[in-house]
């Protein structure tokens, strides 16, 4: 099943898209924040916790992140029904265009499909990353105020309830 808005679509990753995701380019200033995808998938591979999700427009892969289950998203809330979204980015060459929002979006009935068990996503995200932080408020994520550290410093966590 695939669910989709105008050109987006979120679909669990498939290997037929490694090639284009390998190639995926993000600039120094957001690879700070994020997990580069080549190494999203490869620590994928190896954490059966880490479910991929790519973002497609128009049957192209633009977008990747991962809904992480298990003991991770306890470090973030105390909801057992939640799922950690990390690593999420837009290959730079594709930035702009409302991919990342149109497929933030999509997330509740793509976790509806597919986690119908869980009923939160979770995220967290530097408080530096100032357009990150905006774009995740925008679509519905809440800040409530819980802050932790990160590898590079504080991060705000977010909730988006179901």
């Known amino acids: 099943m695939n669910l989709q808005t105008e050109d987006i679509q979120l679909i669990p990753y498939d290997e037929k898209y490694k090639e284009i995701i390998d190639a995926f380019i993000l600039p120094s200033e957001q690879i700070q924040f994020t997990a580069k ?3 999203l998938l490869e620590k994928a591979k190896k954490d059966t916790t880490r479910n991929v999700v790519v973002i497609l427009a128009n049957h ?27 690593a999420f980015s837009i290959n730079y060459e594709k930035q702009g ?4 929002k149109k497929g933030l979006a999509l997330l509740h009935d793509f976790v509806a499909s597919y986690f119908p068990n869980k009923n939160e996503i ?9 357009p990150a932080q905006k774009l995740y408020l925008k679509v ?9 550290m990160g590898p590079i410093g504080r991060q705000l966590v977010l909730y988006l309830p179901s």
């Open 122 to 130: 979770v995220l967290a995200v530097n408080e530096k990353n100032i």
């Open 97 to 100: 265009k409302g991919y990342a």
């Open 37 to 39: 995808p080549s190494d």
């Open 60 to 86: 192209t892969p633009v977008g990747i992140f991962a809904l992480q289950s298990g003991t991770r998203v306890a470090e973030y809330t105390d909801n057992p029904n939640a799922l950690l979204l990390v």
């Open 140 to 148: 519905g994520f809440e800040d409530r105020g819980q802050r932790r």
